[in-house]
């Protein structure tokens, strides 16, 4: 019996009193002191050692639903052909139509269904990368379920995080959504061909973003028109 | 609602622990939540209930300490409680702030029978 509190098994070093006497043997409190994300960090850590080992720069993509993640790999992978191999990761609730959107750009892909999960988590990528097998050298883009709060909080093991947004969106959308903003390297602000027909200013996206994140950038393109694939497929190369 | 997926992930490190002592049933977790973790209370709880089905916390209790969001900054050093995320500091308006605390979301205890 414990001489502190009266309670009964001895207490380990770590663990504290439950200053229950009377009834020792009902309850003990032991501490963990460990994050919720713990396990998933952990496997991320893995992840980010596997692609380092194989030279694969993986990005994770996140935006709202219908943001042009798809439509911008599509263009992407056109643009990188014979250059560089590219495999994509395609997170959705839902269906294969980005894998095949994909496959048909050229590029390799493996598509995971979440169910009603919101977020790709850094095991569901282990997996995906081994059924892909990449080359050494390779551009692994990760395009995570359409949603800009849950994804942000899992680490899957990607190099950078790339926030997508449309100008369709809002330009706000940085002060409405700040850990995504916060969480990524780059953001890309897409469907800029639409400007003339919303009321979005992308300098105060821009200024909004960096308010949450002075160190992000930003680039405005179009996977419509291709406006602006220069400076992002100048950012790619200068990751690796 | 990754509140879900993270009661998943609090009931698991639960379960860990309690299994490395040997004991038989969790009756309480202990979650720390700080401000600006990015979980809702509400749906948490909600998630939890669901996480602990037919395993060793099933009917455990939830406890929920919650942790204000602090802020330190780099430029004046002062230290000050945030109410929401920013990175401006409220004493001398530099972008310099950085979040201290209150930003996580963790199993800091658990009370097994
Ligand atoms: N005008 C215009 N439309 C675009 C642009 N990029 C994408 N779209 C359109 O926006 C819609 C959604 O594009 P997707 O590429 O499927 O978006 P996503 O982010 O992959 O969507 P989810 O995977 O469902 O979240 C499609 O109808 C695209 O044709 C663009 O630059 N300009
Ligand atoms: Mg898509
Ligand atoms: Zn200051």
């Known amino acids: ?240 | 609602m990754h509140e879900l997926s993270l009661a998943c992930s609090l009931v698991d490190l639960a379960c860990q622990r309690a299994q490395e002592e040997g004991a038989s049933r969790i009756t309480a977790l202990e979650v720390e939540v700080g401000a600006l973790a990015g979980v809702m209370r509400e749906a948490l709880a909600f998630g939890f209930e669901a996480a602990c089905r037919d395993t060793l916390a099933q009917g455990a209790r939830l406890v929920i300490i919650e942790e204000p969001a602090k802020g330190v900054c780099s430029a004046c050093r002062v230290t000050c409680r945030l109410a929401r995320f920013t990175i401006t500091c409220p004493a001398c308006g530099a972008a310099a702030l950085e979040i201290s605390g209150g930003d996580r979301l963790c199993l800091r205890a658990i009370e097994v029978a």
């Not at chain 1, 100008?167 to 940085?174: F, L, N, Q, R, S």
């Open chain 1, 1 to 240: 019996m414990c001489t502190d509190c009266g309670c009964h098994p001895h207490h380990p070093d770590d663990t504290p009193h439950t200053g229950d006497p009377g009834d020792g043997y009902a309850s003990r409190r032991l501490l963990v002191e460990a994050a919720a994300t713990a396990a998933n960090d952990e496997t991320a850590r893995h992840n980010r050692e596997a692609f380092r080992r194989q030279r694969l720069t993986a990005l994770n993509l996140m935006s709202s639903p219908g943001a042009g993640k798809t439509s911008i790999l599509e263009r992407t992978i056109r643009h990188l052909a014979g250059r560089r191999p590219v495999y994509v990761i395609e997170g959705d609730q839902q269906t294969r139509n980005d894998a095949e959107r994909i496959e048909r750009a050229g590029a390799t892909a493996v598509q995971i269904n979440t169910g009603s999960g919101c977020h790709l988590e850094a095991g569901m990528v282990a997996r995906a990368v081994e059924r892909l097998d990449p080359l050494p050298g390779g551009l692994l883009f990760i395009e995570n379920v359409g949603n800009l709060v849950c994804p942000a909080m899992f680490d899957l093991g990607e190099q950078a995080k790339v926030v997508i947004i449309s100008v369709t969106e809002g330009d706000d959308k940085p002060e409405k959504y700040p850990y995504m903003f916060r969480a990524a390297r780059l953001c890309l602000i897409n469907k800029t061909d639409l400007l003339p027909y919303v009321d979005f200013d992308p300098g105060r996206c821009r200024q909004l973003a960096r308010a949450v994140n002075p160190h992000i950038t930003c680039i405005e393109l179009s996977a419509r028109t291709g406006e602006g694939f220069d400076a992002w497929l100048q950012w790619l190369s200068g990751l690796a």
